[in-house]
């Protein structure tokens, strides 16, 4: 009875815009409008001071512990290898995901590892925590989801861009990570947000491809999961956009030491110069590489 009323309503063309406008509204309220105004309030309550006992707190013992230094983002492209790790030890280093693969392979560790999809913290856990890792970083996303070991940093990883279409892929920039890190639709862009707040002037990303190729490895270390998007590499670069916009208000120099790929946004060095392997001036132009 109620299946066919419905096919009846649905019949009259005001009836079922009614109907229509009546159901998306709910989906929007449910899925979009309630998150998105939960996260705020409790981000306004952490602001001003309503929560001291939020977990999120701890990550201000990391506010500004190296300001003006440089450090080097390393993610997980299938540019980066052994030997880039081998060249970086010594160095301050932010690294993530699938980066705990190749341990076995080498003694170079991370100063600082993240990680914030729960799908590939799945298929990662015992890697991870296999391993000795001064500072970890976990999103409350995992968190709120996963039985995890302790000795995390958790940080609020604002998701909401992601439930949402955009014809245009918006995110933002934070200057607190104990208020918010917003998703720029990879963890390089979180460890960005991350690495500021701890006051590098001078960040270098390497092993950032940005290109998810279906016919060739995606990453440094396959560990099971493939982007399938044909829009993942729009939606980062689009974020890329804003980190670098965000770092010229700011003097903050980022720039891209990656072997190749597809980042354009933000001038290119070459790694080995970096290091001084070969005595040469700090930075070289992207014609030089």
């Not at 720039?255 to 946004?265: C, D, P, S």
Request: charged residues 20%; aromatic residues 12%; glycine residues 4%.
């Amino acid at each position: 009875m109620i299946v066919m009323l419905k096919e009846a309503l649905c019949k009259n063309k005001f009836t079922y815009f009614f109907i229509y406008h009546i159901s998306r509204t709910k989906t929007k309220l449910l899925n979009h409008v309630l998150p998105r105004s939960i996260f705020n309030l409790n981000k306004i309550s952490r602001v001003i001071g309503l929560n001291k006992n939020s977990h999120f707190e701890q990550l201000k013992l990391l506010k500004n512990t190296h300001n003006g230094q440089r450090c080097f983002i390393v993610a997980t492209g299938p540019s980066l290898t052994v030997a880039d790790l081998e060249a970086i030890k010594g160095e301050v280093t932010l690294s993530m995901n699938s980066i705990c693969l190749v341990f076995d392979e080498t003694d170079w560790r991370p100063t600082y590892y993240g990680i914030q999809d729960v799908g590939v913290f799945d298929l990662l856990q015992p890697s991870i925590e296999k391993y000795d890792i001064k500072y970890k970083f976990i999103s409350n996303v995992i968190s709120k989801q996963k039985n995890v070991s302790e000795g995390y940093f958790v940080f609020p990883l604002n998701l909401l861009n992601h439930m949402t279409f955009h014809k245009n892929y918006k995110t933002k920039f934070s200057d607190d990570v104990s208020k918010v890190v917003y998703d720029g639709y990879s963890i390089t862009y979180s460890m960005l947000q991350l690495a500021v707040y701890m006051g590098f002037s001078e960040i270098y990303l390497l092993g950032v491809d940005c290109n998810y190729s279906l016919t060739s490895p995606q990453h440094f270390k396959d560990y099971g999961y493939k982007e399938t998007s044909s829009e993942a590499v729009i939606r980062m670069i689009s974020a890329y956009k804003e980190a670098k916009k965000y770092a010229e208000r700011n003097q903050v120099k980022i720039y891209n030491a990656t072997r190749g790929g597809m980042l354009e946004v933000f001038e290119r060095v070459n790694l080995d110069v970096i290091l001084n392997k070969n005595g040469e001036s700090s930075l070289v132009s992207k014609k030089s590489i």
